[in-house]
Every structure is written in structure tokens, then in C-alpha cells.
């Protein structure tokens, strides 16, 4: 079955950088675009950013435009979320989700599988 397994959540000064990753198995990871959204404190889920099955293509939300970067790396079955210039309002649990097909798109409903989330906190 699927799963979706993220680490490098943690605690970062604002200003500061944290780099996420994403473990997926269960599925030929190669051929799907992949995901991260996150949930803030008492808020739905937002999309971030999205990439498709073969990294050519990637997008983001207006709100980590130029401070994230989204990346993958087929062989190892894994897709990364670096975040530099981090703002306490992207103190949030993050998630990695699997796509329905090889492109990317901006809407939750786009992804099918979503792992258990790891947490950031910003705050100095």
C-alpha cells in the first residue's frame, strides 16, 4: 500500500532554513507528481507546492514563492521541501502527497495519499 513518511520537521529561528523529505513506497514513485501542504494552528489545509513525476516542472503558492524550494529524487523514492527565510507564520504540519497523475496541480483534491505530517514551528 501506499506510504508517505516525512522527516526534518523542527524548531527554526525566523530567518533560518529547515529542509523537509519525503519517504514514499508502495507505488512506482517515478511516474507521479508529488506534493506538500500544511495546516496551521485552527486552519485547513493549504497547498504549497507541487512537482511533476520527472522534476521538469515545479509550482508554489504565492505565500513560499522564493523562499521554497520543491525537489525529488527518483532513485530514492523521495521528494524534498527546502525552506530558507522561514516566517513564523509558516509554523504549520506539513504533509507530502502523492498526485493522481504525472503532472502537478494546485488543488488538494489533485492528490490521493497523504503521509501523517511532520511539524515546524518559527519562532525566535
Known amino acids: 500500500q501506499v506510504q508517505l513518511v516525512e522527516s526534518g520537521g523542527g524548531l527554526a529561528q525566523p530567518g533560518g532554513s529547515l529542509r523537509l523529505s519525503c519517504a514514499a513506497s508502495?507505488?512506482?514513485?517515478?511516474?507521479?507528481?508529488m506534493s506538500w501542504a500544511r495546516q496551521a494552528p485552527g486552519k485547513g489545509l493549504e497547498w504549497v507546492s507541487s512537482?511533476?513525476?520527472?522534476?521538469?516542472?515545479?509550482t508554489y503558492a504565492d505565500s513560499v514563492k522564493g523562499r521554497f524550494t520543491i525537489s525529488r529524487d527518483n532513485a530514492k523514492n523521495t521528494v524534498y521541501l527546502q525552506m530558507d527565510s522561514l516566517k513564523p507564520e509558516d509554523t504549520a504540519l506539513y504533509y507530502c502527497g502523492k498526485g493522481r497523475t504525472y503532472y502537478s496541480g494546485k488543488f488538494l483534491n489533485d492528490y490521493d495519499h497523504w503521509g501523517q505530517g511532520t511539524q515546524v514551528t518559527v519562532s525566535s
Open positions: 512537482i511533476y513525476y520527472d522534476g521538469s516542472d515545479t
Open positions: 508502495g507505488f512506482t514513485f517515478s511516474i507521479y507528481a
